[in-house]
């Protein structure tokens, strides 16, 4: 398995720019979870879906930011419009029904807003 | 408000030194704890996992103790190696099943 997979890895963009960030989880995992993580606040669990439902979104900074999970094998978060302040990495992660808390991440998206 | 709290912030040391470094919580009830290493430029990875009733558990070098009562965890390594520096994170899953996650203990290990 190729484990979580996250594009882009690096994205740099402008102020006001709309960013669309994408993940694929691990296969026959129902659990998908968005996080930011920043050297002044660490990791902050952003939304979680379980089975494509977004359970928990109570993350999410504001308006601008809002996550998709179409399918199994998809999700999407996106920033609209950016701020500088929304420069971090950010990871996704997934997790199988079982053990719905032992979370696989991926290598994680590199946003800088300039 | 559950939180967890992780210390020293950073710590060096020189190669083939053990290292010890903590954990406190607040999360209640307590479901388990984990112990996260992420390298640099990558996604955190779990080395050890302790549910209540664990007090120790190994994984090679890193041995993660628990202590459910006073909730407090701690995460040793024993005769460190330069691809030990990480940074270490200390998560604890409540009955929300939902983590908490702290902001981990950045160790360089120097040759």
């Known amino acids: 398995d190729a484990g979580v997979i996250q594009s882009p890895r690096h994205e740099v963009t402008e102020m006001g720019q709309e960013v669309t960030l994408r993940c694929k989880p691990i296969?026959?995992?129902?659990?998908l979870f968005w996080y930011r993580q920043t050297m002044m606040r660490g990791l902050e669990l952003l939304i979680y879906?379980?089975?494509?439902?977004?359970?928990?979104d109570s993350g999410m900074p504001e308006d601008r930011f809002s996550a998709k999970m179409p399918n199994a094998s998809f999700s999407t978060l996106k920033i609209q419009p950016s701020e500088p302040r929304d420069s971090a990495v950010y990871f996704c992660?997934?997790?199988?029904?079982?053990?719905?808390?032992?979370?696989?991440f991926g290598p994680g998206t590199r946003l800088t807003v300039l | 408000k559950n939180q967890v709290e992780q210390s020293p912030q950073s710590l060096i040391i020189l190669e083939g030194k053990n290292c010890t470094l903590q954990?406190?919580?607040?999360?209640?009830?307590?479901?388990?704890l984990r112990w996260y290493k992420q390298d640099t430029g990558r996604g955190p990875v779990s080395l050890t996992i302790?549910?209540?009733?664990?007090n120790t558990k190994s994984n090679g070098r890193y041995t993660a103790t628990l202590d459910a009562d006073t909730k407090q965890s701690s995460l040793h390594i024993t005769a460190s190696q330069l691809s030990d520096s990480a940074s270490y994170i200390c998560?604890?899953?409540?009955?929300?099943?939902?983590?908490?996650f702290g902001r981990g203990t950045s160790l360089i290990v120097h040759p």
């Open positions: 998560v604890v899953t409540g009955g929300s099943y939902i983590p908490t």
């Open positions: 992660a997934s997790s199988s029904g079982t053990r719905v808390d032992e979370q696989f």
């Open positions: 302790m549910t209540f009733s664990e």
């Open positions: 296969s026959g995992h129902n659990s």
């Open positions: 954990c406190n919580y607040t999360v209640s009830p307590f479901s388990n």
């Open positions: 879906f379980n089975n494509n439902v977004p359970i928990d």
